[in-house]
């Protein structure tokens, strides 16, 4: 048997992949290792959604075989399918499985298994101590589940790859996720959060209406998890029924509705099948039904044929949503889509000053969000204790919250007074 080392790029889907791929592993009796020092196989499961996430691939790589000489890599996911071959030549790479072939990586890895290397030097050890964590201990530490529930896109936005590079919509049965959420709960998870590349769209292969808000009043009928929460959901999928189901407390009072632009034109542009105006409706509607929900969500900046007048109007309506948080992206050109070959491609200088005010802007709003909490009790999830002694942890509605307290919070959900505010943190009294 062999130790290995998993990292994992990009979104919660690929997290989710990869704590299930550490979970498969361990029951055939390898060892999951936190450091690459410490393995014999090297596992990574990339992104490919943006040229950042392949440069960032890339890095990673190269950064595995300089860590350890010794180990033999294996490279998973989109950038593994948009870049076999260029990914195959990296020092030490041996297996480079692209999405359709990604559910057999226990297989393929099992094929020609290494024979378990002698305990590594003390001078490899000390080269790898300080990566960050991966999904070895520190899954089995973590307090918050992934659980995909489907995968694929059937959407066609003309900037996105990633409906190209998964497919169409493949949902898992509502049986088998009750069963993985319920196995989470029995090792101790306080929260799953639901993933996919289009969660929205679940139960639509299956012959399921409304399948999303069918699955989700299963999980809370059928589990006794303590929390459940949405990854990121379109906003044209979000129902009535599903909104509906947020009288439960235990439904996490969080939506992420990607926007990407707030400018009418350019979501014309971009094959978005919702405008500005009925996002806005969606989201007055969402915050009547749920009190003190937070609404995140993704903006592209610098799409192309993005004029400063777009971009003025999409900051405007971004500023008028008072979202709790914005990922925010400069455009990047994608190989095979159609936005990539559209005129009017804006400068990367460009690129780079919008995503810094729309970053300036998104930052403004979180605060103001923030503050609306500040001398309220509210229920926190603790997960980790930081280096400075502080544990950190989240409310429901994704409120990042830090506390000194001389006992164990790990993985406990306590009641906690938000006092103050400090860097971009609530600071809580655990009462």
């Given at each position: 048997?062999?130790?290995v080392?998993l990292?994992?790029l990009?979104?919660?889907?690929?997290q989710?992949?990869?704590?299930?791929?550490?979970?498969q592993?361990?029951?055939?009796?390898?060892?999951?290792?936190?450091e690459p020092?410490?393995?014999d196989?090297?596992?990574?499961?990339?992104c490919a959604?943006t040229a950042?996430?392949?440069r960032?691939?890339?890095?990673?790589?190269?950064a595995?075989a300089?860590?350890?000489?010794?180990a033999?890599?294996?490279?998973?996911?989109?950038?593994a399918?948009?870049?076999?071959?260029?990914?195959?030549?990296?020092p030490n790479?041996?297996?480079?499985?692209?999405?359709?072939?990604?559910?057999?990586?226990v297989?393929?890895?099992a094929?020609t298994?290494?024979?378990?290397?002698?305990?590594?030097?003390p001078?490899?050890?000390?080269?790898?101590?300080?990566?960050?964590?991966?999904?070895?201990?520190?899954?089995?530490?973590?307090t918050?589940a992934?659980?995909?529930?489907?995968?694929?896109?059937?959407?066609a936005?003309t900037?996105?790859?990633?409906?190209?590079l998964?497919g169409?919509v493949?949902?898992?049965?509502?049986?088998?996720?009750?069963?993985?959420?319920?196995?989470r709960?029995?090792?101790?998870?306080q929260?799953?959060?639901?993933?996919g590349?289009?969660?929205g769209a679940?139960?639509?292969?299956?012959g399921?209406?409304?399948?999303l808000?069918?699955?989700?009043?299963?999980?809370?009928?059928?589990t006794?998890?303590?929390?459940?929460r949405?990854?990121?959901?379109?906003?044209?999928?979000?129902?009535p029924?599903?909104?509906?189901?947020?009288?439960?407390r235990?439904?996490?009072?969080?939506l992420?509705?990607?926007?990407q632009?707030g400018c009418?034109?350019?979501?014309?542009?971009?094959?978005?099948?919702?405008?500005a105006?009925a996002?806005?409706r969606?989201?007055?509607?969402?915050r009547?039904?749920?009190?003190?929900l937070?609404?995140?969500?993704?903006?592209?900046?610098?799409?192309p044929?993005?004029t400063?007048?777009?971009?003025?109007?999409s900051?405007a309506?971004?500023?008028r949503?008072?979202f709790?948080?914005l990922?925010?992206?400069?455009?990047?050109?994608?190989p095979?889509?159609p936005?990539a070959r559209?005129s009017?491609?804006?400068?990367?200088p460009?690129?780079r000053?919008?995503a810094?005010?729309?970053?300036?802007?998104g930052?403004?709003?979180?605060?103001r969000?923030?503050?609306?909490?500040l001398?309220?009790?509210?229920?926190v999830?603790?997960?980790?204790?930081?280096r400075?002694?502080?544990?950190?942890?989240?409310t429901?509605n994704?409120?990042?919250?830090?506390?000194?307290?001389?006992?164990d919070?790990?993985n406990?959900?306590?009641?906690?007074r938000?006092?103050?505010?400090?860097?971009?943190?609530?600071?809580?009294e655990?009462?």
């Amino acid at each position: 048997m062999s130790r290995v080392f998993l990292q994992s790029l990009g979104c919660r889907l690929n997290q989710s992949e990869i704590e299930a791929l550490a979970r498969q592993l361990a029951a055939q009796g390898h060892v999951i290792v936190d450091e690459p020092a410490l393995a014999d196989i090297c596992v990574v499961n990339t992104c490919a959604v943006t040229a950042e996430a392949e440069r960032k691939t890339r890095h990673l790589l190269r950064a595995l075989a300089r860590a350890n000489p010794q180990a033999r890599i294996a490279v998973l996911g989109c950038a593994a399918t948009l870049r076999k071959e260029e990914l195959a030549s990296f020092p030490n790479v041996a297996w480079v499985l692209p999405n359709e072939e990604k559910e057999r990586a226990v297989e393929a890895l099992a094929l020609t298994p290494a024979p378990l290397l002698p305990s590594p030097s003390p001078a490899l050890q000390e080269r790898g101590r300080g990566w960050p964590e991966g999904p070895g201990e520190g899954v089995r530490a973590r307090t918050r589940a992934f659980v995909k529930i489907q995968d694929g896109c059937d959407n066609a936005c003309t900037y996105c790859i990633v409906h190209i590079l998964r497919g169409p919509v493949r949902s898992r049965p509502v049986e088998e996720v009750i069963a993985d959420i319920a196995a989470r709960v029995e090792e101790g998870y306080q929260e799953a959060v639901l993933t996919g590349v289009n969660i929205g769209a679940y139960g639509q292969d299956l012959g399921m209406t409304d399948g999303l808000a069918r699955l989700v009043e299963a999980i809370l009928s059928h589990t006794t998890l303590p929390r459940l929460r949405l990854s990121s959901i379109e906003p044209w999928d979000v129902s009535p029924a599903l909104l509906s189901l947020w009288s439960d407390r235990r439904l996490c009072r969080q939506l992420h509705l990607p926007l990407q632009s707030g400018c009418e034109a350019t979501l014309r542009r971009m094959g978005r099948r919702m405008t500005a105006a009925a996002y806005a409706r969606l989201v007055e509607t969402a915050r009547a039904a749920i009190p003190d929900l937070a609404i995140t969500t993704d903006i592209i900046v610098g799409f192309p044929g993005e004029t400063e007048e777009e971009f003025a109007e999409s900051l405007a309506f971004v500023e008028r949503m008072e979202f709790a948080r914005l990922h925010v992206f400069p455009f990047s050109p994608r190989p095979g889509t159609p936005a990539a070959r559209m005129s009017g491609q804006v400068p990367d200088p460009v690129l780079r000053e919008r995503a810094a005010r729309m970053r300036d802007l998104g930052e403004h709003l979180a605060a103001r969000f923030r503050r609306q909490f500040l001398g309220r009790e509210m229920e926190v999830l603790w997960e980790r204790r930081r280096r400075d002694g502080l544990w950190h942890g989240l409310t429901d509605n994704y409120l990042q919250v830090v506390t000194a307290c001389p006992a164990d919070l790990h993985n406990r959900i306590t009641r906690t007074r938000l006092v103050q505010e400090d860097d971009g943190l609530l600071v809580g009294e655990v009462i």
